[in-house]
């Protein structure tokens, strides 16, 4: 099952403006990212931020993480008919002896219209 | 550097055949995590290598196994296909950054069984 939630499912703005997409998790986690992908291929990892920060900016991105609440949102600036893709937040959880695994929610399509 | 490849690109398999991915992972990285993404969804992790072994096993039957060599490549076996395991296979090589697991992904392999 999957532990992540994104927020909206779908999202369809004007070239310039800007996008924010939520994303909520059940669980304790040690840093969430995010994820672009275009049209079903493979995932680029955008930004990471620790479950012991609140903000991080990395160019047009900002990400914030809430723990109390267990969400996060990315904020794209001045969107590019080029950030059309879909956006993936995942989590990790320490599970020990060193593996690690990714755990994705279903994602927000995003779609910019020139 | 390459990053991480996968091949096939296109499968088409018939329903109970046998199915064999291959993913060769970024250069200096070790370990290999295997996920599945069905249209729509996120990638739900599979299973993880490391050192040749199966170090971290998600939520999937039998039916998926998998193998790594010597060189950190590795290869994804699904017997008994079901119309169910039409997804996206997406590969993922990593490193420890001392902060955080860097997951690189491979472009997918999409897998249709009729």
């Known amino acids: 099952s999957q532990q992540g939630e994104e927020d909206p499912q779908a999202l369809s703005i004007q070239e310039g403006e800007n996008a924010t997409m939520n994303c909520s998790y059940k669980?304790?986690?040690?840093?969430l990212q995010w994820y672009r992908q275009n049209s079903g291929r493979g995932l680029v990892h955008l930004i990471l931020?620790?479950?012991?920060?609140r903000e991080k900016h990395s160019g047009r991105l900002r990400v914030t993480l809430d723990t109390s609440k267990k969400s996060s949102s990315l904020l794209i600036t001045a969107s590019r008919a080029a950030d059309t893709a879909s956006y993936f937040c995942?989590?990790?959880?320490?599970?020990?002896?060193?593996?690690?695994?990714?755990?994705f929610g279903k994602g927000t399509k995003l779609s910019v219209i020139p | 550097d390459a990053g991480v490849t996968q091949s096939p690109t296109h499968l088409i398999k018939t329903r109970g055949q046998q199915v064999t991915l291959r993913c060769s992972p970024k250069s200096g990285h070790d370990t290999v995590s295997w996920y599945q993404q069905a249209l729509g969804q996120g990638p739900q992790f599979i299973f993880q290598?490391?050192?040749?072994?199966?170090?971290q096993r998600g939520n999937f039957p039998d039916r998926f196994s998998g193998h790594q060599f010597p060189n950190y490549s590795s290869e994804l076996n699904v017997n008994a296909l079901l119309l169910g395991d039409s997804a996206l296979y997406l590969c993922a090589s990593s490193s420890w950054t001392g902060v955080f697991y860097e997951q690189y992904f491979g472009p997918g392999t999409r897998l249709t069984v009729t």
């Open positions: 931020i620790r479950s012991n920060e």
């Open positions: 290598y490391y050192e040749e072994e199966e170090r």
């Open positions: 995942a989590t990790d959880e320490d599970s020990g002896a060193g593996s690690y695994q990714l755990t």
């Open positions: 669980t304790s986690i040690n840093n």
